[in-house]
């Protein structure tokens, strides 16, 4: 009769050992999770493993561009074929809008010096490729192959031929995140081009459909209209287009209109992407300029003659810093 | 090699190779419907080889599978342990149901998962998933047969060539 009493006593103590350290790792992961999303832990332990996380997302990558590889090098000539006329064709097209766009901009240029208000009209801009890695299909985020080590920082505003794609929001050495416009966490403010009205478009999750809201009902917005960057909030460049409303109803409250739009950018199909440098001019006061004049050991025998060195540097109207900006921006 | 390390490297690289798949991506319409590899490959190993699992074991993996995702640490370390811990509480039952009962059985554990993720995500302030959030257990339970089968056919093969 040992024997059974033996054989069980180490089963129910097992179970009851096994409930005791499931609670505890159960305790632990709430305990990192609340933890990760209050301070951001993982970035930072993204951050120091990335020596081994990045050569993992390149692996997982690797079949995906095999495939690609394999279907480019199979497509047959006429296909190539076409596909060239077609490229021709569009280059063409977008040539002739170039050169459009110049006369415009030289234009433009003319009629700011005119207003003295100097502005900076190209853009500085990084070209880098998607790492093709699943991130969740409940976020819309794609992985991009620059990092840190190439001078990407949050906040880039990311876009590609067509429209904005998002923005970084995560950046490693090598690698980095961003968020796109569709993702049901992003908002980014925009401007019907057509009636001037203003608003913002949430990301509703699904990959094709970004949604306007909070629009009044007797509010000018109409299928078919293009919206683009507003430039408020000082995150986005005004401008660049975002996308085009394809339906318009009231909301759920019936208080407001919501309009839907089919984003700009071709989201799903990108391979390579633009990253924008030069942020928006910020929001807020400029800047305090860097002092000038006398160290502040001298500053105070010298008093009499000189200025104070703060006041001389940053002039209460705030004009000169700005244009201090733009140059170092133009000359970079 | 000997046959101990031999068995190591197998179970090893199927963790891996869970968490490679986990990010390889798929074409969007699919992309829903992908399995979640290393909650499969964990429950073949806590079923064969309890010795070698264990909570701590999956929390790990959890952990690294977080910091390759980058959603949220502990997330799937939470969902992995407490899949672990029932596997191995009922083991000895699913061990020797026939395979569709244990196809039955992942589902269940896979749709437990999905809830407990679900809970997560909403604590941490997500909106409410679609309809297709449902539809990753699904698959998963018409691949775990495969998974099963691979693994073990591997592993069978590697014994009869060390014997």
């Known amino acids: 009769m040992a024997l059974p009493h033996k054989e069980s006593s180490p089963i129910f103590a097992d179970a009851a050992a096994g409930t005791l350290r499931l609670m505890g790792y159960l305790a632990l992961a709430c305990a990192l999770m609340v933890l990760d999303h209050r301070n951001g832990w993982l970035h930072r332990a993204r951050y120091a493993a990335s020596v081994a996380i990045e050569p993992i997302y390149r692996a997982a990558a690797w079949p995906g561009e095999a495939v690609q590889n394999l279907r480019t090098a199979f497509t047959g000539h006429r296909d190539l074929v076409n596909e060239n006329q077609h490229l021709r064709e569009a280059l063409l097209l977008a040539q002739a809008r170039l050169n459009r766009m110049n006369a415009i901009a030289e234009q433009n240029t003319r009629l700011k010096q005119l207003l003295d208000t100097r502005r900076m009209l190209g853009m500085d801009v990084q070209l880098a490729r998607l790492i093709d890695v699943d991130l969740g299909p409940a976020r819309n985020r794609v992985m991009i192959d620059a990092g840190a080590k190439e001078g990407v920082h949050v906040g880039q505003v990311v876009i590609d031929a067509h429209g904005v794609m998002g923005q970084i929001v995560e950046v490693l050495p090598h690698t980095s995140v961003a968020l796109l416009i569709t993702d049901a966490n992003h908002s980014i403010p925009v401007v019907d081009e057509r009636s001037g009205l203003r608003g913002i478009a949430h990301g509703s999750g699904a990959p094709d459909r970004l949604i306007v809201s909070d629009i009044p009902l007797s509010a000018d917005v109409k299928v078919g209209d293009r919206i683009s960057t507003s430039g408020l909030g000082g995150r986005f460049p005004a401008g660049f287009p975002v996308g085009t409303i394809a339906k318009v109803g009231p909301d759920p409250s019936g208080m407001f209109a919501q309009a839907s739009a089919t984003p700009a950018a071709a989201l799903a199909r990108s391979g390579e992407v633009l990253l924008l440098r030069d942020q928006p001019e910020q929001v807020g006061p400029p800047k305090e300029a860097p002092l000038v004049g006398p160290p502040a050991t001298l500053a105070g025998s010298s008093n009499a003659t000189n200025p104070p060195p703060r006041e001389r540097a940053a002039p209460a109207g705030g004009g000169r810093p700005v244009a201090a900006q733009n140059d170092a921006v133009t000359q970079r | ?163």
Do not use: C, H
């Open chain 2, 1 to 163: 090699m000997s046959k101990q390390r031999a068995q190591f490297w197998i179970f090893a690289g199927s963790i891996i190779l869970s968490l490679l798949l986990m990010l390889m991506p798929l074409p969007q319409t699919l992309a829903p419907l992908k399995p979640y590899w290393p909650a499969l490959v964990l429950i073949y190993w806590s079923l064969e080889a309890p010795e070698r699992t264990g909570i701590g074991l999956a929390f790990l993996v959890g952990l690294g599978a977080d910091l390759l995702d980058g959603a949220l640490l502990g997330e799937q370390a939470l969902r992995l342990a407490a899949l672990t811990f029932i596997v191995l509480r009922f083991r000895a039952r699913l061990r020797f149901f026939p395979m569709w009962q244990q196809a039955l059985a992942v589902l269940v554990l896979l749709l437990n998962d999905r809830i407990l993720l679900l809970v997560v995500r909403l604590f941490a302030g997500d909106p409410r998933p679609g309809a297709s959030f449902w539809l990753a257990p699904f698959t998963g339970t018409i691949a775990w047969p495969f998974v099963f089968l691979l693994i073990d056919d591997v592993r069978a093969r590697l014994r009869a060539k060390e014997t």
